[in-house]
Every structure is written in structure tokens, then in C-alpha cells.
């Protein structure tokens, strides 16, 4: 069995309460959760869970995640050492023919961090992630996107490793698969390693005053001021789930701590010791009056994981 011995050189935390990382606040206790410091590091929790059959879980910043009140079994990795970001070059002559800059950034890197850090370098493209609360490698995992600018419009390649066999791979954006909320990396299972992103030469004042403006849009429309996952549904096709939520009169509707936000109808907020049973709970109620009310079945865009 995987034990202390086994994990003595590495940063890690044993039956630790994952609520304490999650942007919702709910969340059992992951098993074991590790810190790795380097990808070498990775590598080798990697071929640990391998040799000793235990089940391993990779975390960015939680911001998109239901983690059941049970935990989380075996390993489960938070990338947070993982975070260094460099302007790689400058390619002329792009797709666009135009000239670029590259910025890279490993999967724990913050999109708050990275996209400030871009502005600084007067690289414009990424503004509109600047209010995404995630990871790169969760923004890249589900092609995160807001305000008319998705990952897939800036990501140049993402270095992605297999879990299974440890294999390390360098893929183009067009081999990622990109759609809305998903990627090949979903579907496969891999894990981020790093991304490079794709940026152009702009001002710097502007990119910051656009940044500024997309803030005060998201303090003013999203209920920042409770923990939450962000919008808990995909937008479905020709509607907007917050409207359909509102027309069912879901609105403020609370099961245990969790609430249908009063100030963005597609948020659920933790506003009282809320669970993650009670997430769930309310995710269902939802889905139901909906399909109720307008015939159209939300489909939950956060990760819902772990054990009940
Ligand atoms: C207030 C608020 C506002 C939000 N606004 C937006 C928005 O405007 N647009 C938007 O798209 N999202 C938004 N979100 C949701 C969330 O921030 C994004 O989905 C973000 O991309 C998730 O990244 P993360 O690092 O937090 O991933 P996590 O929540 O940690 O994980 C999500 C999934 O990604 C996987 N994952 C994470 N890192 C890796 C990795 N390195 N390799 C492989 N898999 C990985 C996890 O296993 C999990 O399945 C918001 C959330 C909040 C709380």
C-alpha cells in the first residue's frame, strides 16, 4: 500500500479536507494530496500510482468542481508549484501573417496571473480571460472562455502527459479538438503540463482599460461575493440557461446551504455551510423544473466528482 514511507520526499498532505481548496467550499477529504515541484515530480507520482493500483486524480484550481462530501480515494495531485510563465519569442509571419509572441506557461499558472502578466509585456489576445478563476490546465482541459474569446482562439500547443504509460506529448491546437467546454484532453483523460500561447503586440493602456472593463462587468452581473463553480450549466443551444432557470422561478431557491443566485440565476452559491449532497441536490431540482417549464434539459458544465 501507499504509504508516508513511499511519499516521504514530496510535498504532501494526508486525509486532507478538500473544501479547503475548492471555489465552492464543499469537498470530503482527498486520501493523499500531493504538491509535485517539478514534472519529474509528476512523473513519479505518476509510475507511484501505477505500481502501488491507486486511482489518481489531477486538480487545478478547483474553481469548476463539485467534490462530494466522501473525498476523494488515493492520489490526487494540485499543481500549484507548477506555475512559471515566460515569453517564449516572436514568430513572424504567422497564421495570420502577421507578427506574434508566445508566452508559456505551465498547467498551475493562474489565467488571473497569466493574463496580467501578458499586459505587462503589452500582448494582447488573452484579455478575456482575465476574470476566469482558473488553472491553465483546467482552462485548457474544457477550452474555458468568456466574453466572446475561448482557449482555443490564443492556445498555440499544449505538452500533455498520459497517465497511463507517463508518455509526454506536444499537440497543435488543431489536434486538440477544441469545442465548446471540451477538448481532446477530456475525453482522453491526459494531463496538462504546459501550454504556449499565441499573442499579438498591443497597447499596453488598452489592454488594461479592456481588462478593467470586463471586471467591473463580471462584479456587477456575478455573485463573486459567495463561494461558487461559476455558471453551473452549459449554455444550451439558441437559449441562455440563467434565463431558463429564471423562467422556471428557480430563483433564490435554496436546499441546505446552497442557493440559485438571486444575482445570476446561472450561479449556485454556498451562502450557509452548504454541502456538497446539497449541490447536488439543487443541480437536479433545476434540471427538472426546467425541463418542466421549457422542455429543454440543462446539462451541467462543472465537474462533479469523489465519492457520496
Ligand atoms: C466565479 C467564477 C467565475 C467563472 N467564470 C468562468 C468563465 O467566465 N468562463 C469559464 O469557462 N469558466 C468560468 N468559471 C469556471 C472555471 O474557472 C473554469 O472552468 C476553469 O477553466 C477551471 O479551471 P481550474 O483550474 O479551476 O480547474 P478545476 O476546477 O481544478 O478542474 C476542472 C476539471 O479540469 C481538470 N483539470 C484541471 N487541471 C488539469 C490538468 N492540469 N490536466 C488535466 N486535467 C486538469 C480536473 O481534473 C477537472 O476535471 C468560473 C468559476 C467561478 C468560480
Redesign the pocket.
Known amino acids: 500500500m501507499l504509504d508516508k514511507e513511499n511519499l516521504k520526499n514530496f510535498d504532501v498532505k494526508f486525509d486532507e479536507a478538500l473544501s479547503n481548496y ?3 467550499r464543499v469537498g470530503g477529504p482527498a486520501d493523499i494530496l500531493v504538491f509535485p515541484r517539478s514534472i519529474d515530480e509528476l512523473a513519479e507520482i505518476v509510475r507511484l500510482a501505477h505500481a502501488f493500483e491507486t486511482s489518481l ?9 463539485i467534490v462530494r462530501d466522501g473525498g476523494i480515494r488515493g492520489l490526487v495531485v494540485l ?1 500549484d508549484h507548477l506555475d512559471n510563465i515566460a515569453v517564449k519569442g516572436l514568430t513572424v509571419g504567422s497564421e495570420q501573417n502577421g507578427t506574434s509572441f508566445e508566452i508559456a506557461a505551465e ?2 499558472a ?2 488571473k496571473g497569466l493574463t496580467q502578466y501578458a499586459q505587462e509585456q503589452s500582448l494582447t489576445g488573452f484579455e478575456f ?1 482575465c ?17 466572446g474569446g ?1 482557449i482555443k482562439d490564443v492556445l498555440s500547443t499544449a505538452t ?1 502527459m498520459n497517465p497511463q504509460t507517463g508518455e509526454i506529448s506536444v499537440l497543435k491546437n488543431v489536434e486538440l479538438n477544441f469545442a465548446y ?1 471540451t477538448s481532446i ?2 475525453e482522453e ?5 504546459s501550454a504556449t500561447f499565441r499573442l499579438e503586440l498591443g497597447d499596453r493602456e488598452s489592454i488594461q482599460a479592456r481588462m478593467d472593463d470586463l471586471n467591473a462587468q ?1 462584479a456587477s452581473k ?1 455573485p ?1 461575493e459567495y ?5 453551473v450549466f452549459k449554455r444550451p443551444e439558441g437559449h441562455f440557461a440563467g434565463r431558463l432557470i429564471q423562467e422556471a422561478g428557480c430563483v433564490g431557491k435554496r436546499i441546505g446551504g446552497i442557493e440559485v443566485s438571486k444575482k445570476h440565476a446561472g ?1 449556485m452559491v454556498n451562502v450557509d455551510h452548504g454541502t456538497a449532497k446539497d449541490y447536488e441536490n439543487l443541480i437536479m431540482y433545476v434540471i427538472e423544473k426546467v425541463k418542466e417549464n421549457s422542455g429543454v434539459t440543462l446539462e451541467p ?3 462533479i ?1 469523489g465519492e457520496e
Open positions: 475548492t471555489y465552492t486524480t489531477v486538480l487545478g484550481n478547483a474553481s469548476n468542481l499543481l498547467a498551475g493562474k489565467l480571460a476574470g476566469i478563476p482558473g488553472s491553465v490546465g483546467g482552462a485548457v482541459f474544457m477550452n474555458a472562455g468568456a466574453y475561448e500533455v467546454r484532453i477530456k483523460g491526459w494531463i496538462v503540463l463580471r456575478q463573486l463561494p461558487s463553480c461559476g455558471s450561479f458544465e462543472v465537474r466528482i
